[in-house]
């Protein structure tokens, strides 16, 4: 059975960076729609003393969802050194697909078919489909390929994760703040290899009384205008069920790979907040009854580049492996975790071995 792995990858990051002086002139109100009354720059530094989000990017107006993602594909292909007209799938992951600057949702045609289209790719047998998970949704665009891949229906595949999160969100919103936009890809391929790539992965699906805890709704100033929907989050649920829920999880899959903690040189977490990752990687040290660890396991980009949904794991990848991350490096033939938690609510994890 063939293994999948990473031949090449890309990233994009928009000029653009927003500080907390771009949200001084805001009017803050809370999830019930009560405004705030305080002024706006101590609302700004409370909510950088707790996601330590000092500056996240936006892209110009001028710029879409599909085109970051062709900039981040490009880049991934020539950096695979392979020939495009040879990709058997292109798997797009996004949430929102290509959002117009009024803030509308627009999947037709597809995102991956877009990018096929601005690549040139010619062959009628590059399959394009699009990956919605929320947050998730690039992880779980790797373990479709990886399916693909050993199910032998697929050999060369570009897997893409963007969004354009600040065309989506509610001016009104102090969680506003914590989304930005950005894109990153990875092309994957098979090989005969033993025991290197995604090596195991696992997929939890909680769509029950956690259905709405991420969800699209209109603004929570009953003053604007109701009919326009935005990212809308319950943040406190989402914290409680990310720590009860997420470290088990990558622990299942660190345990399906026959590893151990010790075995792990990365965790690639999704930057959703980084209180919230600082204590999903404390508890899962503390599944394997480890108090004190390196914090270096756990790379962390939000504070530069806030939470960009399924574009945060690629991204990081790519920094940290053309050498773009001060202090972090991949071991050869070494063991990383890529684990994300959003919308669904969903997690997934994958443990990834270094040929």
């Given amino acids: 059975m063939p293994n999948t792995i990473i031949i090449g990858s890309g990233s994009y990051l928009p000029n653009r960076v927003i500080g907390r002086d771009f949200f001084l002139d805001s009017e803050f109100y809370t999830e019930d729609g009560i405004k705030i009354d305080k002024p706006a720059e101590e609302t700004i530094a409370k909510f950088v003393e707790i996601t ?29 050194n392979v020939d495009q007209e040879e990709l058997d799938y292109i798997i797009y992951a996004s949430n ?13 045609p597809t995102m991956a078919a877009r990018v096929k289209n601005k690549l040139g790719i010619k062959n009628r047998k590059c399959v394009t489909y699009d990956m919605l998970f929320g947050c998730p949704g690039w992880v779980e665009a790797m373990i479709l390929s990886d399916n693909l891949i050993k199910a032998k229906v697929a050999k060369t595949i570009l897997v893409i994760g963007a969004e354009t999160l600040s065309r989506v969100t509610d001016p009104h919103d102090r969680n506003r703040m914590i989304f930005a936009d950005g894109a990153g890809a990875v092309v994957v ?36 205008d109701q009919k326009r929907l935005y990212v809308r989050m319950l943040g406190r649920k989402i914290y409680e069920y990310a720590l009860k829920n997420v470290p088990a999880a990558i622990k299942e899959t660190i345990d399906d790979a026959g590893l151990s903690i010790e075995d792990i ?28 660890y390196d914090h270096a396991i756990s790379p962390m980009t939000i504070q530069e580049f806030g939470n960009s949904s399924v574009a945060t794991i690629p991204t990081m990848f790519d920094l940290i492996i053309k050498g773009k991350m001060t202090g972090h490096s991949f071991k050869d033939k070494g063991n990383i975790v890529m684990t994300s938690v959003g919308a669904g609510m969903n997690i997934n994890a994958i443990v990834y071995k270094f040929p």
Avoid: W
């Fill in 265 to 292: 040189d990365k965790i690639l977490i999704h930057q959703a907040n980084a209180k919230m990752d600082y204590a999903m990687i404390e508890r899962l040290h503390k599944l394997y009854d480890i108090k004190d």
């Fill in 52 to 80: 330590e989000i000092e500056n996240r990017r936006f892209i110009d107006e001028d710029l879409s969802n599909s085109q970051i993602g062709f900039e981040a594909a490009k880049l991934a292909i020539a950096d695979a």
């Fill in 189 to 224: 391929k098979a090989t005969d290899e033993e025991n290197v790539g995604i090596i195991a992965h696992n997929t939890i699906c909680d769509n029950g009384i956690e259905l709405n805890y991420l969800a699209n709704g209109p603004s929570i100033n009953k003053e604007a």
């Fill in 96 to 108: 929102f697909g290509e959002v117009t600057v009024n803030g509308y949702a627009d999947f037709m």
